[in-house]
């Protein structure tokens, strides 16, 4: 049974599934970026969650950004704003996009 008002931390397991989740969907996002945007001079083995979208790393632009946005709408069934005030930060890194 759940206790109410008390915080308990995930266990070491569920961390690591988390992050194995988290690389899953990574990859997956790098994959779908490196396709579907023809980067044939990204290599895959090298994308981390920290490389970069824009400039280094994908070395993407405005368009190319507003393309992933809708690719993820389609694919993952949300909506990724250009309004949104936290785009910035959003499409930074592949991190930061999963």
Not at 39 to 65: K, N, Q, R
Not at 68 to 86: C, M, V
């Amino acid at each position: 049974m759940l206790e109410t008002g008390r915080f308990r931390p995930p266990s070491a397991a569920v961390g690591r599934l988390l992050a194995s989740m988290m690389n899953a969907l990574e990859q997956e996002l790098a994959t779908l970026i490196v396709g579907e945007l023809n980067l044939e001079d990204v290599p895959l083995e090298t994308v981390t969650a920290d490389t970069p979208l824009y400039g280094e790393g994908f070395g993407l632009d405005s368009i190319d950004i507003l393309e992933i946005a809708l690719l993820i709408s389609k694919k993952y069934g949300f909506e990724l704003r250009s309004d949104n005030p936290d785009n910035q930060k959003i499409f930074a890194t592949l991190g930061a996009l999963a």
